[in-house]
């Protein structure tokens, strides 16, 4: 009786001792480390960019004749390409034609006097006067044929420049007036897109920079321009700079009046910090991370610039190299021990 329970007092003495060790070794153990995943702060070069919505423009011409004529000939269809120098309507030339032919003829008659009166005048048969006078009427109906070719020509509309020609708005027989719109030409493979950025950005921009242009009519594609005008004031309305940059558009995809969106680069911001966006934790006083010191999750308030994708630059808070918990906040607490697995 004795022997069972000297056993039973020694088992409850080692059963003690064991519990009194455990909670020693608990106390100065503390909590169990928490796993989370961690990534670390990168250095990076971050290109600056600034964001707008813009408009597609093209350049344009309305075709007007010079003249009060009727018309002759219409000599394009309508919506075709056309490239320089292309005639497109023909006007009665009739009166005009025969005006010159006129000038003309008195243009070789004047000329063959001129010429008969300087033989003479050598021999003294006629005076200076009477040859300055041939001479006179030379110079006079040569200037009339030029005049009479110049309204000859313009009685041919041309197409100035390359371009796609719209609706014609007469026919053949319809008189038309001096300066009345006939059809209109656009250049179709040279737009430009015009826009406005704030005026904060004014002393980064330069004529020559890059621009991307995306539109929902093509949602995959990315379009480039170069900028090639800035205006030298500020519009006081919206203290903004506007600027144009110049679009090509060979395969005619994109069309004047498109509303566009605007990427323009201006410079590099070095030595920028970046972590995972995930890693932020909203508080009150607001953003914060768990910032990992001596295997411990430290609670960091951050300030923060600009925002990307998946990523977000830290402008204050923490340095390059620092690891800072991307999964696993809702698990910890400022202090908690942590075991880390890079990302």
Known sequence: MKKKILILSLAAAIAVWGFIKYRSHSATEGPEPVWVQASQVKETTLPIEIHAIGTLVARSAEISPHVAEHVKRILFKDGTYVIQGTP??????????????????QLVYSENNYKRMASLGKVGAVSKQAIDQADSEWKEKKANVEESEATLKQMTLYAPFDGMVGKCKVNPGDYVTEGQGIVTITDTKHLRVEYNVPEKYLPLLKQGQMVNITTEAYPDRVFTGTVAFISPTINTDNRAVSLYAEVPNENNELAAGMFVNVIQRLNNEEHALLIPARSLVPTLEGEQVYKI???KASAVNVVL?????DKVQI????SSGDQVVTDGQLKIRDGVPVKVKID
């Open 88 to 105: 497109l309507i023909q006007l009665d030339e009739d009166v005009y034609k025969a005006q010159y032919d006129s000038a003309l003829a």
């Open 293 to 295: 010191v001596n295997g």
């Open 305 to 309: 610039g600009r925002r990307m994708k």
């Open 315 to 318: 402008v204050q808070g923490l």
